[in-house]
């Protein structure tokens, strides 16, 4: 079984300003993580992905995230946020390297991100 | 590189009819899953398959079906729709395993009235 938790519904910021969208999860199996981003009547563009490996992640358009097993989270993070960077951010998990009888992304239920002048 | 089709992009059906999604996956992705993302479930997995073959199913009622052709692309019907049906469904392509990660559609919006 797994799960997400994204602990805010809605982050306001200042254009310039750092962004966290704070992420928990939870898995039976060593799980993969992804975050995405949905912008109005669009579909979901994937930032960055956690498989293996390397803990601190980076992504596109400067974003970057760590897994933190201890923790059990995945943060996501930018240094200074731009006003394109508003839209709906999803933290995603699901089983790292199934082979079996397929696998699912299982969403965490999003994070509206508000960047303001 | 061509990315996920998704067809028609808007739909609106009457309660009681059914309705056929296509999605087209990216060219050599053999692994296409569903999404039905609606404002109170959220983002919501349907089912997956990979090279015509159903590996993994959600928690939707025998209404939602789906299927994949030799060239990969997949539909998704749904039969005798419901109001609550209207939502998002999103389609995503896969070379087959997580780690290559998953490249969405941009949606198809049905509305059910």
């Known amino acids: 079984a797994q799960s997400v938790t994204q602990l805010d519904s809605h982050v306001s910021v200042s254009e310039g300003t750092p962004v966290l969208l704070r992420c928990n999860y939870s898995s039976s199996y060593s799980p993969s993580l992804f975050w995405y981003v949905q912008h109005p009547n669009k579909g979901l563009q994937l930032l960055l992905k956690?498989?293996?490996?390397?803990?601190l992640v980076k992504g596109i358009n400067g974003f970057e995230a760590e897994f933190k097993k201890s923790e059990t989270s995945f943060h996501l993070t930018k240094p200074s946020a731009h006003m394109s960077d508003a839209a709906e951010y999803f933290c995603?998990?699901?089983?790292?390297?199934?082979?079996?009888?397929?696998?699912?992304?299982?969403f965490g239920t999003g994070t509206q991100l508000k960047v303001e002048l | 590189k061509a990315g996920v089709t998704q067809t028609p992009r808007y739909l609106i059906k009457t309660r009681g009819q059914q309705v056929t999604l296509s999605c087209s996956p990216i060219?050599?992705?053999?692994?296409v899953s569903w999404y039905q993302q609606t404002p109170g479930q959220g983002l919501q997995f349907l089912f997956e398959y990979f090279s015509e073959t159903q590996r993994n199913k959600g928690n939707f009622p025998g209404r939602f079906s789906g299927r994949q052709f030799s060239n990969s692309r997949s539909e998704m019907n749904v039969s005798t729709l419901e109001l609550g049906d209207s939502a998002l469904y999103l389609c995503?392509?896969?070379?087959?395993?997580?780690?290559?990660?998953?490249?969405f559609g941009s949606g198809t919006r049905l509305t059910v009235v």
């Open positions: 995503a392509s896969s070379l087959g395993r997580e780690s290559y990660g998953y490249t």
């Open positions: 995603v998990v699901t089983r790292r390297a199934f082979t079996g009888g397929g696998n699912k992304l299982t």
């Open positions: 956690y498989t293996s490996a390397a803990t």
């Open positions: 060219s050599g992705h053999r692994s």
